[in-house]
């Protein structure tokens, strides 16, 4: 299947905490996960990607965690920023289908 | 080095006629992707084109068409445009996708359809 499905769709939180955002898929063949953030009239920027043979990539205050067996991947951002303040989507290379599906998004709004 | 760029930035069309949107990749990149992305939404797969020819399609009817040049650029032409195809469209590069090559998305084309 080509389902990816992304929670929550808005998310809140305060400057200093961190901020999970979870997506699911549906197609065991998927094998690389992309996450773009997409600031307000701005173009989608990719921020960390992962591929099916690695469980967890950082970079700085960005982690993301991949647990092929659930099929599920996280996004992780500790010591959160105003500038953290975005849309962030979760995607899935879908091998069969040789497209990336995205998920649906997640507002994400770093109050100060 | 340049990022994708597009052209032109908005374009405003009545219903019933066509609207042409272009791209440019990122050097050395030989894939362009299309994608629809609505007010408010995400972002829905339109076309995938690599090495001059159309790999891949979305769900979307045959009035979305698109071709790819000698110089990689794109083209994205929508025929008989009705009002809900109002959006944001993006164009994405990468240096060609046998499993899955990170996509680096442009400014995008805001299409107003009145």
């Known amino acids: 299947g080509e389902n990816v499905e992304q929670h929550p769709s808005t998310l809140s939180v305060q400057e200093g905490d961190s901020a999970v955002i979870k997506c699911t898929y549906s197609?065991?063949?998927?094998?690389?996960f992309p996450w773009y953030k997409q600031e307000l009239g701005k173009r989608p920027q990719l921020i960390i990607d992962?591929?099916?043979?690695?469980g967890e990539k950082k970079d700085q205050r960005i982690a993301v965690t991949l647990n092929k067996t659930a099929k599920h991947f996280s996004l992780h951002i500790t010591e959160t920023q105003p500038e953290d303040s975005a849309v962030y989507f979760c995607?899935?290379?879908?091998?069969?289908?040789?497209?990336?599906?995205f998920g649906q998004g997640t507002r994400l709004t770093i109050n100060p | 080095e340049a990022g994708v760029t597009q052209s032109p930035t908005h374009l405003i069309k009545t219903r019933g006629q066509q609207a042409t949107l272009r791209c440019s990749p990122i050097?050395?990149?030989?894939?362009v992707y299309w994608y629809q992305q609505a007010l408010g939404l995400g972002l829905q797969f339109l076309l995938w084109?690599?090495?001059?020819?159309?790999?891949n399609r979305g769900n979307f009817p045959p009035r979305f068409s698109g071709r790819q040049f000698p110089n990689y650029s794109s083209e994205l032409n929508v025929n008989a445009l009705e009002l809900e195809d109002s959006a944001l469209y993006l164009c994405?590069?990468?240096?060609?996708?046998?499993?899955?090559?990170?996509?680096?998305f442009g400014p995008g084309t805001r299409l107003l359809v009145l």
């Open positions: 197609d065991s063949a998927s094998n690389y």
């Open positions: 994405a590069s990468s240096l060609g996708s046998q499993r899955g090559e990170t996509q680096y």
């Open positions: 084109y690599d090495e001059g020819e159309e790999r």
């Open positions: 995607a899935v290379w879908i091998q069969g289908a040789q497209k990336l599906v």
């Open positions: 050097s050395g990149h030989t894939s």
């Open positions: 992962i591929r099916s043979n690695v």
